[in-house]
């Protein structure tokens, strides 16, 4: 496997050649039904009405035993390159749609613990559920002639390479194609960007496989084809099938003449996609006028299923929020929608030149649907954190609610409370605010996270708030594809690391998850994990470890490269704390411990200072961690995959590194292991024979260890002081009985000669 300095999962931290090919999660959903506007769950219940109440974000995700993953394989799939940094530009075609997502109240967020909870266990090799393949099939629009070509190669080849060179909806075709063969037994293979594969690693009868390589970059290996080719022969034998998703320029370097196992699928009528989405949404909405309309129709032409999505999604909005409306109003508010409101924004903008009324559209934008009273403290609020300073306006100085609230367009409702009844306007208000002061980005985080606790705000909207913002996050950086994206999920996430932590993890798990933004975060966080504690503050440390132990469910590698950095680049207890209970949490499940062994192992033989002293941390955090009976976990499953020599030449790291390690957690660490050994008389003999091989290895070392010898000298000492006024303790008996070993295995003290009696 190659990797840099060779990492397990195939990731490389230098940067890479190629930009990866983007795709939006609205790609997989192009043939979904959009997120109709209300009637939806209330607000209040779907996040909780009590503010202090954990979001659903915060359950764990299902626990249903992953699918297993490929461990033979005859290619390799490309590597998943790492970046030391997330600033470069990506010069991609970067496609800039909104995934669809399940949204609370009107436009007011999406429900982040479900988004989260479902991606993981998809991408994981669950069985995807039922209903979620036929919310997706509802809306599927392909010619009949061309789902028949792709049933035929199915049914003859087991095997089907999907490619294309744009978004046009490959992933709900294979859907559609092994629905057809399988029904709903469907599942993803369950694999690491780069990771290797081979179909004799996808057990289970008639099951139908999607192995999604669109993120894969536009390179794959030349014997990708053949290799496939080789696999249909696996998969005719246990009745199953899978489909590839590829690019096309990748299929054409890799394919080598396998053609037949492929189809170049063609871009949809966009018009037919249109109607499906709207006869199909609830309610459903008639489709024959916007499809008569000469602006919808020039609106949508040339596009793919993922932008005709958001158009549909708009139009079931828009009619929502004005049933009686006069339709060519309608239309511009959709093409108005369509555009983000940009150029609506730009005129409001350049003719409302003072921040009052600045201010007041932001506040009220993102408190949409909060009393008015409330918007016109936050607006004040909202300008002190920008850096300015407020005139007063005593009495009736100043314009009231009434006039600033139809200065910004939006409505008074009979509660008083300020909404806007245009189509997607509150997400492209703080979209503009973004692009237009991104210096600002800062105290406008930190004032949204100020809000979530603002006693005047309604519970409905406080606990929609870090959901909202979590919503336009994701949309912000699925649209920019430089390094402000980046900063702008890590500056959201610092200000909310410390009063909203279960809102942070949340944040930067679901981004790292999002197809569209997902392989640029991650990149982002190995960059993050290598910088001090000066540089990235301990806060968001904590709150990116968390996330990389939800995010190891689905990339156990990739996070494990991401927790031992973090390790290697903190003095903080808090951080130190949190990478162990993530990688604890890691080696809990049997599957991925002979990963981590064997990734250790590689990274402390690296040329490499860094990657060594990393390898070091991560083996000390686990090291130092106990089960509730007091056991190293490293220990508790010794039945089962303990390898005294791997223990020992990691300890011997340990020892030899001793100086630049955290003395607490080494302290720690060697403290547990000889209690256990106090303790547990199973483990006596296995733990004193992996710290004596840490120090002296048999028939390999031939000289004396002081430095090794020493350190753990000093170590075992702290753990069982010298009593001198009293009998020695079994502590001190058990420390005497290790040293002694050590001695008599230093190969420097000379054997012992044939005992000569005394005259």
């Known amino acids: 496997m190659s990797t840099e300095n060779t990492t397990m999962a195939g990731e490389r931290t230098t940067p890479p050649a190629e930009a990866p090919s983007p795709h939006s999660l609205a790609e997989q959903d192009a043939g979904v039904p959009s997120s109709t506007p209300p009637p939806l769950p209330v607000a209040d219940t779907a996040l909780g009405a009590d503010r202090n109440q954990p979001s659903p974000a915060a359950l764990p995700a299902l626990d249903v035993p992953p699918s297993p993953a490929p461990d033979s394989s005859r290619y390799d799939l490309p590597q998943a390159e790492e970046v030391g940094s997330a600033e470069e530009e ?20 999406v429900n982040i613990g479900v988004q989260i909870v479902q991606a993981i266990n998809r991408l994981r090799g669950d069985l995807l559920p039922p209903e979620w393949i036929t919310e997706r099939l509802s809306t599927y629009e392909r010619p009949e002639h061309e789902r028949d070509q792709l049933r035929s190669i199915l049914r003859r080849e087991h095997v089907l390479v999907l490619h294309t060179s744009y978004s046009v909806g490959r992933y709900t075709a294979a859907l559609a194609a092994l629905h057809r063969e399988v029904g709903n037994n469907i599942r993803h293979v369950r694999r690491e960007p780069g990771e290797v594969f081979a179909a004799e690693g996808l057990e289970g009868q008639e099951i139908g496989w999607i192995l999604d390589l669109r993120d894969e970059g536009d390179k794959l290996p030349s014997g990708v084809g053949p290799a496939l080719r080789q696999d249909a022969l696996y998969l005719k034998r246990s009745g199953s099938y899978l489909i590839v998703l590829t690019d096309t320029a990748a299929w054409r370097q890799a394919s080598r003449g396998t053609n037949a196992l492929a189809h170049a699928l063609s871009l949809p009528a966009p018009e037919e996609v249109l109607r499906a989405h709207l006869e199909q949404a609830t309610p459903p909405v008639k489709a024959a006028r916007w499809l008569d309309d000469s602006e919808i129709v020039e609106g949508i032409a040339g596009m ?9 999604r708009a139009i079931c909005e828009a ?40 201010n007041y559209l932001l506040a009220a934008a993102v408190l949409d649907g909060a009393p008015v009273e409330t918007i016109y403290a936050a607006a004040e609020t909202l300008a002190k954190a920008l850096g300015e300073t407020p005139a007063p306006r005593p009495g009736q100085q100043g314009l009231g609610v009434i006039a600033l609230t139809d200065a910004i367009n939006a409505d008074l409702s009979d509660e008083d409370t300020v ?26 985080t930190c004032w949204t996270a100020d809000q979530t606790s603002n006693k005047d705000l309604p519970d409905r909207v406080a606990n929609q708030l870090a959901s909202r913002v979590t919503g336009w996050a994701l949309r912000y950086m699925r649209a920019k594809r430089g390094k402000r994206a980046t900063e702008l999920l890590r500056e959201i996430a610092s200000q909310w690391a410390q009063p909203l932590p279960e809102q942070a993890r949340d944040l930067l798990t679901v981004a790292a998850l999002d197809t569209g933004t997902g392989r640029r975060v991650r990149d982002a966080y190995l960059a993050w994990a290598r910088r001090n504690d000066q540089d990235i503050p301990p806060h968001l440390k904590v709150a990116l470890a968390q996330a990389c132990e939800r995010l190891a469910d689905i990339y156990p590698t990739m996070m494990l490269l991401r927790l ?19 990688l604890t949490t890691l080696w809990d499940q049997p599957k991925n411990r002979k990963d981590i062994q064997s990734q250790l192992a590689e990274w402390s033989r690296s040329p490499e200072k860094g990657r060594r002293t990393a390898a070091h941390h991560a083996f000390l955090h686990l090291a130092a961690r106990t089960t509730e009976d007091g056991s190293p976990v490293l220990l508790a499953s010794a ?8 223990q020992a030449a990691r300890w011997r790291g340990l020892l030899v590194d001793h100086g630049k390690l955290p003395t607490p957690l080494l302290q720690q660490a060697l403290s ?9 008389q199973d483990l006596q003999d296995p733990i004193l024979t992996i710290l004596q091989h840490a120090v002296y290895e048999p028939q390999t070392d031939t ?47 000379p054997a012992p000669g044939p005992h000569v009696p005394e005259d």
């Open 419 to 444: 909404c806007f009844w245009r189509t997607g306007y509150v997400e492209a208000v703080v979209d503009y605010f973004w692009a237009d002061r991104p210096h600002l980005i800062q105290r406008f």
């Open 304 to 312: 793919p299923p993922a932008e005709v999505v958001e158009w549909a």
């Open 319 to 358: 009619e929502y929020l004005d049933p009686n409306g006069d339709f060519k109003d309608l239309v511009d508010e959709v093409v108005q929608a369509a555009e983000d409101w940009r150029t609506r924004l730009l005129e409001w903008h350049t003719e409302h030149e003072d921040s009052a009324h600045r």
């Open 672 to 680: 547990a292991w000889m209690n256990a050994a106090t303790s547990v």
């Open 90 to 109: 990506w010069k991609t075609d970067y496609d800039g749609h909104i995934s669809v997502d399940q949204r609370l109240d009107r436009n007011d967020g």
């Open 639 to 646: 039945h089962e995959d303990m390898h005294r020599a791997w």
């Open 703 to 749: 000289v004396y260890a002081a430095d090794r010898y020493l350190a753990l000298s000093h170590l075992l000492f702290a753990w069982a002081p010298v009593q001198s006024l009293r009998p020695p303790s079994e502590q001190e008996v058990l420390r005497d009985r290790l040293l002694l070993a050590l001695r008599s295995a230093d190969p420097a003290v």
């Open 564 to 582: 031992t950095e973090l390790a290697a680049h903190t003095d903080n207890e808090d951080v130190t704390n949190a990478v162990g209970q993530a």
